[in-house]
């Protein structure tokens, strides 16, 4: 439903990108229960990076940062299991989530910002950052932007981002380079 | 036309798809290296 990136993991207050401390680069997501589970957003974080390596700083360390008690206990499990299917010890840290702290605004939506027309249409929906983060309709074109989904499922539903007919036009050249 | 220097102007419309986003949701945060 929506994505956001920020810091989380650590203890210094008030990360910023120039000063992390023992924070990591971290994604937050706002998911439908209903529509995807718990396990399977796990299922897809482990297969969007490889955690079988150790990280060399806590900035860019593997972590599942869990919000409670029930999400500890399917990542505990799950870890499990991805540890014995790939029979290779598995570097990814479990531990609470704690404060998460937005990245600064050139880092949210990264690669919508590569398409000005329909970053400048967003932008002037919503001036305020956390709006425009939280949006759905940015989230989406930005992932579309990013090459991800299918140009059928952007062409279902772009009429519902309430962009211009320009900007419409522009996110599905964006989305089709990734679709030759 | 947007200029570099114009202020971009803002608009209450919101995009259809935010008015009827779910709002019983969960969060989810990773880092992933």
């Not at chain 1, 957003?41 to 008690?69: C, I, K």
Request: glycine fraction near 6%.
């Amino acid at each position: 439903v929506r994505t956001r990136v920020g810091y989380a993991g650590g203890s210094r207050p008030n990360p910023t990108y120039h000063s992390m401390g023992d924070h990591s680069e971290s994604i937050q997501l706002d998911y439908d229960p209903s529509m995807i589970s718990y396990s399977d957003l796990l299922a897809e974080f482990w297969r969007a990076h490889n955690p079988t390596r150790q990280a060399w700083s806590r900035q860019y360390m593997s972590a599942v940062f869990y919000a409670d008690n029930a999400q500890r206990e399917t990542a505990m499990e799950m870890l499990h299991h991805e540890t014995e299917r790939r029979s290779k010890d598995i570097y990814t840290a479990i531990q609470r989530v704690g404060v998460f702290t937005l990245a600064e605004d050139y880092h949210q939506k990264y690669s919508l910002r590569h398409v000005r027309e329909v970053l400048n249409e967003f932008l002037a929906m919503y001036p305020r950052l956390v709006d425009f983060v939280n949006s759905t309709a940015v989230t989406r074109a930005n992932g579309f932007a990013g090459g991800d989904g299918s140009m059928a499922l952007l062409e279902s539903e772009i009429d519902a981002y309430g962009l211009s007919a320009e900007a419409q036009q522009k996110l599905v050249e964006m989305a089709r380079r990734y679709h030759r | 036309m947007l200029f570099k220097h114009d202020p971009i102007p803002s608009s209450t419309e919101r995009p259809p798809i935010d008015l009827t986003a779910p709002q019983n949701v969960e969060t989810a945060t990773f880092a992933l290296g």
